[in-house]
């Protein structure tokens, strides 16, 4: 539903829409950040609501991440989940909070060298050599 809600009004802000949102989605709130980008889910107030919109990204991709890469075998619901992962933080690129694109990337880059450090490969044991 959240990445229903910012997909809507990236395109309402980019004029691609043939109908209106709700006012309660495109009014911003007195003190709202209104940079490009930074509008999404105008519901928040000032930048720290742009800040708590997009942590809350970062940790659902971060998510979406886990149970596509550690609990799915299907090729289907792996390109499914990779798909969504990607429209999370390709939302999460365009609301420009660096510490929340910063996060997931250095998430994303540890849980990567756990799972390869389990590994029968001695090559990809990066972090805990057996």
Known sequence: ??????LLQIAHWAGRLPFNLPPVLVTFKEGANQEPGREIFALF???SGTHV???MLAIQAIC????TTTMTRSVLWRLAG???FLV???ILVRTSVRNSILGLAITIVFLSLLRASRSRYVSTRLIVPH
């Open 53 to 55: 919109w997009s942590a």
């Open 88 to 90: 999370l933080s390709l």
């Open 45 to 47: 107030v000032g930048n």
């Open 64 to 67: 979406v991440w886990i149970v």
């Open 82 to 84: 990779f798909s969504y």
């Open 1 to 6: 539903m959240t990445t229903l809600v910012s």
